[in-house]
């Protein structure tokens, strides 16, 4: 997304004092634009003279005085140069983009030190960041490597920043970080090109391997092809500062100082100075032709620049967009539509970050056509089962099922169009939509409940129009019948309180109260003169940046425009249209900053072909884009570009809530400069937060953990310290698609809803007494609702000599039982290889966080490429006795991601088995051995008998991101018998649920290693959505943990239970040493959004369950002692929460 500063003229009232001749607004607005524009086209002599007249109506501001030097530099003349952009540092002397131009001359004229000493004194950006990066290239790698490392904490998803800091860093030889660098370039979107891809994981590889001289290499092959790409010079232009094509970049912006002194300039409201204009020929178009059908925007070449998609009967042409200009690339990327297209939409249908095209021939045909790497449109509508759309007459692209794909939804004709992205390169009927879209005529879509979920607005031409409620799984349900009225819709906050309203051409405006619930708000008139705009098109935009969204419909009988007033009263404004625009039939309409000045510019079609319409003027205010970037390969939870996110952004007294439906979204920002905060809630529910953002700001996606159980921490002695997750086994209403390949159209299936009873190991010296007791706190932390019924603490003392685990695996072997091994005679492995042949052995020998690691990841978190781990054990090893003990960790997928792999056929989970060499020298499989049950977690294999020759080497294989740390064989006694322990068990004599907040979060031994958290750094943010409903109340809870009875504590995020046990009065004989095993039992309800009942707390779950979510019949038991519980203690009651509302808006 190419940088722009929006111009911005703020309106001062008398009380600033000023007496000095008023200003000419449109004056200076109109020399602005056209020396802009005389500069881009290099008529540097014409754009001397508007910027020498922008100098004289705004003497005080470096924006006139600052273009001009640009544009002397530009000329060559160097000393006018300077002595112009003297003038500008003077008026603003912190101002990047002045101090960039500035630079580039220093270095034009020879002077480096000098560029550098004027790039350090003003505030930092990312361009100026890398300005500074390049100058000290020469002089040091280290400070280069810091440099950019500093413009990666601004753009985190710059590709080419990127791989300039691998290769550095490379040089540095800081093997570990480059391999950091490269792996994060993997997940970044668009993926690399195929045939730069082999180059990418061979130097990997390498660099895993020590060998660096052939990483150095393949890293250099792979910069020689990744260079000449769109995506890498788009990347490289967003920062390319004092080294980029151009001699600098101008200004477009008037200074914040300049605007609070700036005198004269009238109290007229800014959106009395706007204008559109047309400048359809100005920009390249042809003048007149063929009427257009329709249009569609999208930079489906990943150059950065958009494009424009101009469809009619007689075909389609590809048109470049820069700067307001516009060039006929069709050439260049022929599209097969031979029929032309009446409806027409670019979205990325298979997440590869290269925006593919939907289009509806005038055949009445369905069209989608892959995008291939920006090089050319396949036609596999064939494959994906979309041809047969006839009837449609509006396209949506929206992750309807929340699986972090996008959907398609399709509105016209009788017949239901509601398709099911497989993300396997095939569409499926929803099964669970039916009648969504029958009649419909248009329709849009957001989350108007507040749940999480997108719903969809459908209206009809009867005027029987229709709110679709998303219920998950369960489909759809039509809420909603209040709202009437035909013709166009469009959905959006117009007034600024948080909730998605809904606008519809033959009724007008809908007025949300936040739940879904709508009311019909007549305070303005005006919009009755869209009654009329059938077949149309209806946007909300803010055409004047003052923070409040305007609207435009446009119809066969003219184009209207309509005000917003800052109260969510609308005026018509449709004179500030051309008077054609106003009376002439409109076709399809794209609303766009088409010249990258700040403020959003028209495009329609009609009869005559197609117009552009600049907005002249809106730029009186700034505004701010945001650009949500998702993560790739191994997350794959949200959509390329998070089209159906909710974006919240605060400035000053300003609240606005968008929903994302396209890849760039434009904020006004009325007076202020710049926004406070910027809230996203992607499409799968996770929140991310962003302090004082851009003005352009470009989002990555966290690779944030949301769900892995509750957390157990022990107090040492000195601090309490985290040890694992508990109640793993439990997955209450989780989907089942990683445990098969797809449901073959049966309904969801979901894991057992039975309570998970598990013990885990303590190591001794993680649990000391504190004042004669045991302290344990249980805390939840992740967005996730526990139900924590029993806990029990045994205490284990043994012979130093030997360890005590238990087998934490998942799926347990069997019915829960304490089970414990006493590992005698420990010994590692004789060798061990991954299957590329990598000696992994001594990630293994220890538990030390060094862990087996050449993971290859795929689409999703929690799958990788399979993956083998060889060991090679000895001879003793498969006599009674002898057990195999592997420590590790896994990386959990989530409900969401389940779905998604229940839906499609070239991916799904398998468990790790262990095979060993039949007679034959073959491997067979000897058994399935399950994973670690989250974090540090122990699995153990009994290997009596396992072996039928003498080779006694085992294969580990999996896909799972299953990451192994230790591997030992023992022999050990098990059960009582051979066993030399004593054990006590601990019921809990006190039990205190409390708010806490959030540890910190990081990970331990790297980045391969386990999420874990450090309990003495805590914040009382959430990070995270509420789960509503009745949790138990704060206090004593003693008596909930002490039976498994369906009496627990629940739990939601921020809670902690400190829960104390007496320590036995005597400690451990001389010789030997006392481990504990924590038994737990309870639930874990991950809040994602495809989990049954996930974002809510009930329905409560109890131990005759037979499933979750219930079954017909079930209910949670209502006698008398659980009724007096849920009454007695469940009593505290969660509403949901909106952080950046101010106290009027909280519902």
Same mark, same amino acid.
């Given at each position: 997304?190419?940088?722009?500063?929006?111009?911005?003229?703020?309106?001062?009232?008398?009380?600033?004092?000023?007496?000095?001749?008023?200003?000419?607004?449109?004056?200076?607005?109109?020399?602005?634009?056209?020396?802009?524009?005389?500069?881009?086209?290099?008529?540097?002599?014409?754009?001397?003279?508007?910027?020498?007249?922008?100098?004289?109506?705004?003497?005080?501001?470096?924006?006139?005085?600052?273009?001009?030097?640009?544009?002397?530099?530009?000329?060559?003349?160097?000393?006018?140069?300077?002595?112009?952009?003297?003038?500008?540092?003077?008026?603003?002397?912190?101002?990047?983009?002045?101090?960039?131009?500035?630079?580039?001359?220093?270095?034009?004229?020879?002077?480096?030190?000098?560029?550098?000493?004027?790039?350090?004194?003003?505030?930092?950006?990312?361009?100026?960041?890398?300005?500074?990066?390049?100058?000290?290239?020469?002089?040091?790698?280290?400070?280069?490597?810091?440099?950019?490392?500093?413009?990666?904490?601004?753009?985190?998803?710059?590709?080419?920043?990127?791989?300039?800091?691998?290769?550095?860093?490379?040089?540095?030889?800081?093997?570990?970080?480059?391999?950091?660098?490269?792996?994060?370039?993997?997940?970044?979107?668009?993926?690399?090109?195929?045939?730069?891809?082999?180059?990418?994981?061979?130097?990997?590889?390498?660099?895993?391997?020590?060998?660096?001289?052939?990483?150095?290499?393949?890293?250099?092959?792979?910069?020689?092809?990744?260079?000449?790409?769109?995506?890498?010079?788009?990347?490289?232009?967003?920062?390319?500062?004092?080294?980029?094509?151009?001699?600098?970049?101008?200004?477009?912006?008037?200074?914040?100082?300049?605007?609070?002194?700036?005198?004269?300039?009238?109290?007229?409201?800014?959106?009395?100075?706007?204008?559109?204009?047309?400048?359809?020929?100005?920009?390249?178009?042809?003048?007149?032709?063929?009427?257009?059908?329709?249009?569609?925007w999208g930079d489906y070449d990943g150059d950065g620049e958009d494009n424009l998609l101009v469809a009619s009967a007689a075909g389609a042409r590809l048109y470049a967009v820069h700067g307001g200009f516009v060039a006929d690339v069709s050439a260049n990327m022929p599209l097969p539509l031979a029929a032309g297209a009446v409806v027409a939409a670019f979205a990325d249908y298979d997440?590869?970050?290269?925006?593919?095209?939907?289009?509806?021939?005038?055949?009445?045909?369905?069209?989608?056509?892959?995008?291939?790497?920006?090089?050319?449109?396949?036609?596999?509508?064939?494959?994906?089962?979309?041809?047969?759309? !006839?009837?449609?007459?509006? +396209?949506? $692209?929206? *992750?309807? =099922?929340? &699986? /972090?794909? @996008? %959907? #398609?939804?399709?509105?016209?004709?009788?017949?239901?169009?509601?398709?099911?992205?497989?993300?396997?390169?095939?569409?499926?009927?929803?099964?669970?939509?039916?009648?969504?879209?029958?009649?419909?005529?248009?329709?849009?879509?957001?989350?108007?409940?507040?749940?999480?979920?997108?719903?969809?607005?459908?209206?009809?031409?009867?005027?029987?129009?229709?709110?679709?409620?998303?219920?998950?799984?369960?489909?759809?349900?039509?809420?909603?019948?209040?709202?009437?009225?035909?013709?166009?819709?469009?959905?959006?906050?117009?007034?600024?309180?948080?909730?998605?309203?809904?606008?519809?051409?033959?009724?007008?405006?809908?007025?949300?109260?936040?739940?879904?619930?709508?009311?019909?708000?007549?305070?303005?008139?005006?919009?009755?003169?869209?009654?009329? !705009?059938?077949?149309?098109? +209806?946007? $909300?935009? *803010?055409? =004047?940046? &003052? /923070?409040? @969204? %305007? #609207?435009?419909?446009?119809?066969?009988?003219?184009?209207?425009?309509?005000?917003?007033?800052?109260?969510?009263?609308?005026?018509?404004?449709?004179?500030?249209?051309p008077p054609a625009v106003q009376r002439d039939s409109i076709g399809p309409l794209v609303v766009a900053d088409i010249d990258g000045d700040g403020d959003q510019d028209l495009i329609f079609g009609d009869r005559s072909g197609v117009h552009v319409l600049r907005n002249d003027g809106g730029n009186a205010h700034l505004a701010m884009r945001v650009r949500l970037t998702t993560l790739?390969?191994?997350?794959?939870?949200?959509?390329?570009?998070?089209?159906?996110?909710?974006?919240?952004?605060?400035?000053?007294?300003?609240?606005?809530?968008?929903?994302?439906?396209?890849?760039?979204?434009?904020?006004?920002?009325?007076?202020?400069?710049?926004?406070?905060?910027?809230?996203?809630?992607?499409?799968?529910?996770?929140?991310?937060?962003?302090?004082?953002?851009?003005?352009?700001?470009?989002?990555?996606?966290?690779?944030?953990?949301?769900?892995?159980?509750?957390?157990?921490?022990?107090?040492?002695?000195?601090?309490?310290?985290?040890?694992?997750?508990?109640?793993?086994?439990?997955?209450?209403?989780?989907?089942?698609?990683?445990?098969?390949?797809?449901?073959?159209?049966?309904?969801?299936?979901?894991?057992?809803?039975?309570?998970?009873?598990?013990?885990?190991?303590?190591?001794?010296?993680?649990?000391?007494?504190?004042?004669?007791?045991?302290?344990?706190?249980?805390?939840?932390?992740?967005?996730?609702?526990?139900?924590?019924?029993?806990?029990?603490?045994?205490?284990?003392?043994?012979?130093?000599?030997?360890?005590?685990?238990?087998?934490?695996?998942?799926?347990?072997?069997?019915?829960?039982?304490?089970?414990?091994?006493?590992?005698?005679?420990?010994?590692?492995?004789?060798?061990?290889?991954?299957?590329?042949?990598?000696?992994?052995?001594?990630?293994?020998?220890?538990?030390?966080?060094?862990?087996?690691?050449?993971?290859?990841?795929?689409?999703?978190?929690?799958?990788?490429?399979?993956?083998?781990?060889?060991?090679?054990?000895?001879?003793?090893?498969?006599?009674?006795?002898?057990?195999?003990?592997?420590?590790?960790?896994?990386?959990?997928?989530?409900?969401?991601?389940?779905?998604?792999?229940?839906?499609?056929?070239?991916?799904?989970?398998?468990?790790?088995?262990?095979?060993?060499?039949?007679?034959?020298?073959?491997?067979?499989?000897?058994?399935?051995?399950?994973?670690?049950?989250?974090?540090?977690?122990?699995?153990?294999?009994?290997?009596?008998?396992?072996?039928?020759?003498?080779?006694?080497?085992?294969?580990?294989?999996?896909?799972?991101?299953?990451?192994?740390?230790?591997?030992?064989?023992?022999?050990?006694?098990?059960?009582?018998?051979?066993?030399?322990?004593?054990?006590?068990?601990?019921?809990?004599?006190?039990?205190?649920?409390?708010?806490?907040?959030?540890?910190?979060?990081?990970?331990?031994?790297?980045?391969?290693?386990?999420?874990?958290?450090?309990?003495?750094?805590?914040?009382?943010?959430?990070?995270?959505?509420?789960?509503?409903?009745?949790?138990?109340?704060?206090?004593?809870?003693?008596?909930?943990?002490?039976?498994?009875?369906?009496?627990?504590?629940?739990?939601?995020?921020g809670d902690e239970v400190t829960v104390e046990f007496d320590a036995p009065a005597d400690g451990p004989s001389p010789g030997w040493t006392r481990d504990f095993i924590l038994y737990s039992d309870g639930w874990i309800k991950d809040s994602d959004l495809n989990t049954a009942n996930g974002t809510t707390i009930g329905p409560l779950p109890y131990h005759a369950i037979t499933s979750?979510?219930?079954?017909?019949?079930?209910?949670?038991?209502?006698?008398?002692?659980?009724?007096?519980?849920?009454?007695?203690?469940?009593?505290?009651?969660?509403?949901?929460?909106?952080?950046?509302?101010?106290?009027?808006?909280?519902?």
């Amino acid at each position: 997304m190419k940088t722009f500063r929006s111009l911005a003229i703020v309106l001062l009232l008398g009380a600033v004092g000023c007496r000095e001749k008023p200003i000419d607004q449109g004056a200076l607005i109109t020399a602005r634009t056209v020396g802009l524009e005389h500069l881009q086209r290099g008529r540097l002599p014409e754009a001397e003279q508007e910027f020498k007249t922008v100098i004289a109506l705004a003497p005080r501001d470096p924006l006139g005085y600052a273009n001009l030097g640009l544009t002397y530099l530009r000329a060559g003349r160097y000393a006018e140069a300077e002595s112009e952009l003297d003038r500008a540092r003077r008026l603003d002397p912190k101002n990047p983009d002045i101090a960039l131009i500035v630079a580039k001359l220093y270095m034009l004229t020879e002077r480096p030190a000098e560029a550098r000493q004027v790039l350090a004194g003003v505030t930092p950006d990312a361009r100026v960041f890398y300005a500074l990066a390049e100058l000290e290239r020469q002089s040091g790698d280290s400070i280069y490597a810091e440099r950019l490392r500093h413009v990666l904490q601004r753009i985190p998803a710059n590709l080419a920043v990127r791989l300039q800091l691998a290769d550095a860093l490379l040089r540095l030889g800081q093997t570990d970080s480059t391999v950091r660098y490269l792996e994060e370039v993997r997940r970044l979107r668009p993926q690399p090109p195929r045939e730069a891809k082999p180059h990418l994981d061979a130097a990997l590889q390498a660099l895993r391997a020590g060998r660096m001289a052939n990483a150095r290499a393949e890293l250099d092959r792979l910069l020689r092809l990744l260079e000449v790409t769109a995506p890498y010079q788009a990347a490289l232009a967003e920062v390319d500062g004092i080294e980029g094509p151009l001699a600098g970049r101008p200004v477009l912006a008037f200074s914040p100082q300049s605007l609070i002194t700036m005198r004269g300039i009238g109290s007229a409201p800014a959106s009395a100075k706007v204008q559109f204009t047309d400048v359809t020929g100005e920009t390249g178009f042809p003048e007149g032709g063929a009427p257009v059908t329709a249009l569609a925007w999208g930079d489906y070449d990943g150059d950065g620049e958009d494009n424009l998609l101009v469809a009619s009967a007689a075909g389609a042409r590809l048109y470049a967009v820069h700067g307001g200009f516009v060039a006929d690339v069709s050439a260049n990327m022929p599209l097969p539509l031979a029929a032309g297209a009446v409806v027409a939409a670019f979205a990325d249908y298979d997440n590869d970050g290269w925006p593919d095209l939907f289009a509806i021939g005038t055949d009445g045909r369905g069209y989608l056509l892959h995008n291939r790497e920006g090089k050319r449109f396949d036609d596999v509508t064939a494959a994906a089962g979309v041809g047969d759309v !006839a009837g449609t007459q509006h +396209a949506l $692209f929206v *992750d309807l =099922d929340h &699986d /972090g794909d @996008l %959907d #398609l939804l399709l509105v016209g004709g009788g017949s239901l169009g509601a398709y099911r992205n497989n993300l396997d390169g095939t569409f499926t009927l929803f099964p669970n939509a039916d009648g969504i879209v029958q009649g419909g005529t248009d329709a849009a879509f957001a989350d108007v409940d507040d749940d999480g979920r997108t719903d969809v607005f459908v209206t009809s031409a009867t005027g029987a129009d229709g709110l679709f409620h998303n219920d998950g799984v369960r489909g759809f349900t039509r809420t909603a019948d209040t709202i009437r009225g035909t013709g166009p819709v469009a959905m959006g906050d117009y007034d600024n309180d948080g909730a998605v309203d809904i606008f519809v051409a033959g009724s007008g405006l809908w007025h949300n109260n936040g739940s879904g619930q709508f009311t019909h708000d007549t305070r303005s008139p005006a919009l009755a003169r869209a009654r009329q !705009a059938a077949g149309g098109t +209806a946007v $909300f935009f *803010d055409y =004047d940046n &003052d /923070g409040w @969204l %305007d #609207l435009i419909v446009a119809a066969p009988h003219g184009a209207l425009l309509f005000h917003n007033d800052g109260t969510g009263r609308f005026t018509d404004r449709s004179e500030l249209l051309p008077p054609a625009v106003q009376r002439d039939s409109i076709g399809p309409l794209v609303v766009a900053d088409i010249d990258g000045d700040g403020d959003q510019d028209l495009i329609f079609g009609d009869r005559s072909g197609v117009h552009v319409l600049r907005n002249d003027g809106g730029n009186a205010h700034l505004a701010m884009r945001v650009r949500l970037t998702t993560l790739g390969l191994g997350s794959g939870k949200n959509n390329s570009y998070g089209i159906g996110a909710r974006l919240e952004v605060r400035a000053g007294e300003l609240f606005q809530t968008r929903v994302v439906t396209e890849p760039v979204m434009h904020f006004g920002l009325g007076s202020h400069f710049k926004a406070d905060v910027l809230r996203v809630q992607w499409p799968n529910g996770v929140p991310q937060t962003i302090y004082f953002p851009g003005t352009d700001e470009d989002v990555l996606e966290l690779q944030q953990l949301k769900g892995s159980c509750a957390f157990l921490y022990t107090w040492d002695g000195t601090r309490f310290r985290f040890i694992t997750d508990v109640m793993w086994q439990s997955a209450l209403g989780m989907p089942l698609g990683i445990m098969g390949k797809g449901q073959g159209g049966r309904g969801m299936e979901y894991a057992p809803a039975g309570a998970s009873q598990e013990y885990i190991r303590i190591p001794g010296e993680a649990l000391q007494p504190r004042n004669g007791r045991y302290v344990l706190q249980v805390t939840e932390e992740l967005w996730e609702t526990a139900y924590l019924d029993q806990l029990r603490l045994v205490a284990v003392d043994h012979p130093d000599s030997v360890n005590v685990f238990v087998d934490e695996r998942f799926p347990p072997p069997g019915p829960p039982r304490l089970r414990r091994f006493q590992a005698m005679h420990r010994r590692a492995p004789l060798s061990a290889v991954d299957g590329r042949g990598s000696d992994v052995l001594d990630d293994l020998r220890e538990h030390d966080d060094r862990y087996v690691s050449n993971l290859t990841p795929v689409r999703y978190q929690g799958l990788t490429e399979p993956h083998e781990l060889i060991l090679d054990l000895d001879q003793d090893a498969g006599r009674p006795g002898t057990f195999l003990f592997l420590r590790g960790w896994i990386y959990p997928s989530d409900a969401s991601i389940n779905v998604a792999l229940s839906q499609q056929h070239q991916l799904h989970a398998e468990l790790p088995t262990l095979e060993v060499r039949d007679a034959r020298g073959r491997w067979a499989v000897a058994r399935t051995v399950g994973f670690p049950s989250g974090k540090d977690k122990t699995v153990v294999i009994d290997l009596a008998g396992l072996f039928p020759t003498g080779d006694h080497r085992v294969r580990l294989r999996t896909n799972l991101q299953v990451y192994w740390d230790q591997a030992f064989v023992a022999d050990t006694g098990t059960g009582e018998r051979g066993m030399t322990t004593r054990i006590a068990t601990l019921a809990p004599v006190s039990g205190d649920l409390h708010f806490r907040g959030f540890s910190r979060m990081y990970r331990r031994g790297g980045r391969y290693g386990p999420h874990w958290f450090d309990y003495d750094d805590v914040t009382k943010e959430s990070p995270w959505r509420p789960i509503t409903g009745a949790a138990t109340r704060y206090g004593d809870v003693r008596p909930l943990l002490d039976r498994s009875d369906d009496q627990y504590v629940v739990m939601v995020p921020g809670d902690e239970v400190t829960v104390e046990f007496d320590a036995p009065a005597d400690g451990p004989s001389p010789g030997w040493t006392r481990d504990f095993i924590l038994y737990s039992d309870g639930w874990i309800k991950d809040s994602d959004l495809n989990t049954a009942n996930g974002t809510t707390i009930g329905p409560l779950p109890y131990h005759a369950i037979t499933s979750y979510p219930y079954a017909p019949g079930d209910a949670y038991p209502a006698d008398s002692a659980r009724q007096r519980y849920l009454r007695e203690y469940n009593t505290r009651i969660v509403k949901l929460t909106h952080p950046l509302r101010g106290a009027k808006e909280e519902r």
